[in-house]
């Protein structure tokens, strides 16, 4: 399961990566620097805090699915559209890398016998950290800071999956109806406005 999670993760916010370097005006290097730290860059950081040899370091799968989702969107010019972070491709491959790189986070804390602090941080970090690095690098104020209910769905995840696994409910299926579920509120958050109160 954490494997299935962390390729459809990488797969969904490469072209996530992907849409928000173009309405950048990024040149080629910086796209290909948007779409590997979208996609890659929160597995990374959570596999450091958890001491273990990243799992892109590991294996090359994750680099070549980068660079061909890359690769794809560009010779089906993709990179041609306007404003394409507001369509609906977008935002459903955003909402699925979101829940899935939550699910892997989720999987991983409670593998290392993280407690319910652990299982939370390593969610959020996981789904958001990579999307937080690419935006100050591009001098944007990070995308989870100012969507609603963008960081709140991969807690919520991290909190389902804890007390699944808690109360020995964990499984297959389970995983599987949570990020159904996850994406499903994600949308609805975003095409309904959902929003946390401003300070």
Do not use: Q
Not at 20 to 27: F, G, H, N, Y
Not at 76 to 81: A, I, L, P, V
């Amino acid at each position: 399961m954490f494997e299935i999670a962390e390729y459809i993760g990488i797969v969904a916010f490469a072209i996530s990566g992907f849409f928000v370097a173009v309405r950048s005006k990024l040149d080629l290097l910086g796209v290909l620097v948007s779409v590997f730290l979208t996609a890659l860059g929160g597995g990374i950081i959570r596999d450091i805090m958890v001491d273990r040899v990243p799992y892109t370091f590991r294996y090359d799968t994750p680099a070549f699915i980068v660079l061909g989702v890359m690769l794809l969107l560009i010779l089906f010019r993709f990179h041609r559209h306007n404003s394409i972070e507001n369509r609906p491709y977008f935002i459903l491959s955003d909402s699925i890398g979101l829940i899935s790189f939550s699910i892997t986070g989720a999987l991983i804390a409670l593998e290392n016998g993280l407690n319910l602090t652990g299982v939370l941080a390593l969610a959020f970090i996981t789904a958001v950290g990579g999307g937080i690095t690419r935006d100050v690098i591009i001098n944007e104020v990070p995308f989870v800071f100012k969507t609603g209910f963008y960081g709140t769905v991969s807690l919520l995840v991290g909190l389902v999956l804890f007390g699944l696994e808690r109360y020995e409910m964990l499984s297959s299926l389970a995983v599987v109806i949570v990020f159904i579920v996850g994406v499903f509120l994600r949308l609805m958050a975003y095409y309904r406005k959902w929003s946390i109160p401003l300070v």
